[in-house]
DNA sequence: TTGACAGTTGACCGATCAGTCAAGTAAAGT
DNA sequence: ACTTTACTTGACTGATCGGTCAACTGTCAA
């Protein structure tokens, strides 16, 4: 009984499904009601405009997730842990949605806020919020890292910059190939970008040839 | 007098910019046919559907930039000024979109690609292929440089991968924020990712501080 | 001269789009 | 008991979507 109307959270929850899972075009407003269970006139009392649902609908899902964030990029966490965990965490992600939706789905901001024109001032303009506001835990650790000396170079803005364009270029290749190898072994790719030799292989002693799992 | 019926043409450019300079959604066939000066009955004489016109016009303009790729590509120029080259070629490429659609675009194949549910089978296959004969590119010169010593590594798929995602993340990052600065340095970010030095600083003695230009 | 045919045109189709609205329900506040 | 308020409903609008069609035009070949 705690809560008895969640009509809101249902069409947030549906819209971001689809949004997600589909596509910014394959969120209208029809097809977010009748996935909500919700007819189009309750939509409106709680929305005043679709660009409205889809910003607050991308917002909610971030809000959800950032306690997940705040734990793995927990100053408490060596900085290279920080982004061993972040790496982990975006592939299982990836792995969960590919199950549950049969496809590879990428990451919701960049495909929401490339799929626009920059007119649909809201929907972007949330989009690109969100990627700074996630920028900042990479800056954060970068910054972390090369204060203890576990990561070179000085710029830590640009570096996370560089680590954060090629994450969201490796989910959106795995988007589009519907294919999880690009978001597989993220860390090699970050660690490369920073100038750090690559992790050795994971598990201890995990048989002989390591490599050969690529096949 | 070359060409007296050049609607087809028409129609391939027009959809094209649209796809690019604003988006997927943008491109309806009527908005299409406007731009392009032509009817809709036109249209569908040439085309069979409008996934037929968005997927021959990604392929046709691919096509037009082929013989750039093929010259910056060369095997008789030496690998690292390649990747020198794509990287500013990719920079002024946006730098003149900038200046003609008014707005910051970037990859046209990301972004296309990355706005539709899988079930497009036409539109986002042939972004994945085109993104693949792309990548294919970058491939060979990465291979030619291990080769002669002046890229470290053996894995000249997988670095060409990463290297690939982190330029379509840049580019989408250019297009989302709206600028050109993800775009700037490209080759920075390629060279870090391929464990190479940065190049030194542009252009013989460029006055003190050149880091300056950030702000 | 007459077809044949590539290309063009504008009217038209049903489906779907985002968004509106008046009427209704039900619980809380007085 | 009465009103206010939050919420729900289903029918509705005009615009736009992708796509069709029969009729028309010009050109070139037989």
New binding site residues.
């Given amino acids: 009984m705690v809560k008895v109307?969640d009509?809101k959270e249902r069409l947030l929850d549906a819209a971001h499904q689809l949004l997600w899972d589909e596509s910014l075009a394959a969120?209208?407003?029809?097809?977010i009601c009748e996935k909500a269970g919700?007819?189009?006139?309750?939509?409106?009392?709680?929305f005043?405009?679709?660009?409205d649902l889809v910003a607050a609908a991308l917002e909610a899902k971030f809000q959800s997730v950032k306690p997940e964030l705040d734990r793995i990029f927990s100053s408490s966490v060596p900085p290279l842990d920080r982004l061993r965990k972040i790496c982990d965490f975006l592939h299982q992600m990836q792995r969960q949605k590919l199950e549950q939706a049969g496809r590879v789905v990428g990451c919701p901001y960049a495909s929401v806020g490339g799929s626009c024109s920059s007119e649909d001032g809201t929907i972007q303009g949330k989009t690109r919020d969100i990627m700074a506001t996630q920028l900042k835990y990479l800056e954060t650790a970068i910054r972390d890292g090369q204060a203890d000396g576990s990561i070179p170079g000085r710029d830590a803005r640009a570096a996370a910059e560089s680590v954060f364009d090629f994450i969201e270029g490796a989910m959106t290749a795995a988007r589009i190939r519907n294919d999880l190898k690009p978001v597989q072994n993220l860390d090699r790719g970050v660690f490369a970008m920073l100038g750090l030799p690559p992790d050795p292989l994971p598990g201890p002693a995990k048989a002989g040839a390591g490599a050969k799992a690529r096949a």
């Fill in positions: 109307n009509t969120a209208s407003v029809d097809a919700v007819k189009k006139g309750s939509f409106y009392h709680f005043k405009s679709k660009e």
